[in-house]
T-cell receptor
Framework: DGGITQSPKYLFRKEGQNVTLSCEQN?????MYWYRQDPGQGLRLIYY???????QKGDIAEGYSVSREKKESFPLTVTSAQKNPTAFYLC??????????????FGNGTRLTVT | QKEVEQNSGPLSVPEGAIASLNCTYS??????FFWYRQYSGKSPELIMF????GDKEDGRFTAQLNKASQYVSLLIRDSQPSDSATYLC????????????FGTGTQLKVEL
């Protein structure tokens, strides 16, 4: 079945450690995205990529980094510079960048807790 | 700053009633509008999208778009307890590539 796989589902880290969240899709989608969701809040865009080997900062990119070496994969690293990393992280993909009717499809999310 | 506004709720409706969820957005030139449903602790699921003025129906769901008023709504007919969730409105703003800006969501509770 086609879909977006995020792993792990839950992740616990100590403050000061970098951590990488995995996102893999087999939908053959060109565009991939990372959003963050805090309790009672909407989704905020961290980074997005419309094509392999290219990505752009979203609204809250500070303290995060990404890579897009393969079409299927878009890992997100939460660095120690991110001041409030505890959140629910959602990866998404869409088929046609720039097309207005190309909806985002989401993975199941990774819940990161940093103590 | 381009914004999407939703009433956080909760919006409570009795089972079988029509639930009406509303969303306003700041950019008059926006082209595409999406409604997602999110159950507690889960990821958002696409319900439907709309990009032409007027109504678009899909089963019990109807999206309504009024670009002049910068307003998009979602109607849920014959509401069921399983419809209890948070509904997120998302807008693709002009000149923003293929990325969506989300509202904070409206919590819907369908009561027996």
């Amino acid at each position: 079945d086609g879909g977006i796989t995020q792993s792990p589902k839950y992740l616990f880290r100590k403050e000061g450690q970098n951590v990488t969240l995995s996102c893999e899709q087999n939908l053959n989608h060109d565009a991939m995205y990372w959003y963050r969701q805090d309790p009672g809040q909407g989704l905020r865009l961290i980074y997005y990529s419309q094509i392999v080997n290219d990505f752009q900062k979203g609204d809250i990119a500070e303290g995060y980094s990404v890579s897009r070496e393969k079409k299927e994969s878009f890992p997100l690293t939460v660095t120690s510079a991110q001041k409030n990393p505890t959140a629910f992280y959602l990866c998404a993909s869409s088929s046609t960048p720039g097309r207005g009717n190309s909806p985002l499809h989401f993975g199941n999310g990774t819940r990161l807790t940093v103590t | 700053q381009k914004e999407v506004e939703q009433n956080s709720g909760p919006l409570s409706v009795p089972e079988g009633a029509i639930a009406s969820l509303n969303c306003t957005y700041s950019d008059r030139g926006s082209q595409s509008f999406f409604w997602y449903r999110q159950y507690s602790g889960k990821s958002p699921e696409l319900i439907m999208f709309i990009y032409s003025n007027g109504d678009k129906e899909d089963g019990r769901f109807t999206a309504q778009l009024n670009k002049a008023s910068q307003y998009v709504s979602l109607l849920i007919r014959d509401s069921q307890p399983s419809d209890s969730a948070t509904y997120l409105c998302a807008v693709m703003f002009t000149g923003g590539g293929n990325k969506l800006t989300f509202g904070t969501g409206t919590q819907l509770k369908v009561e027996l």
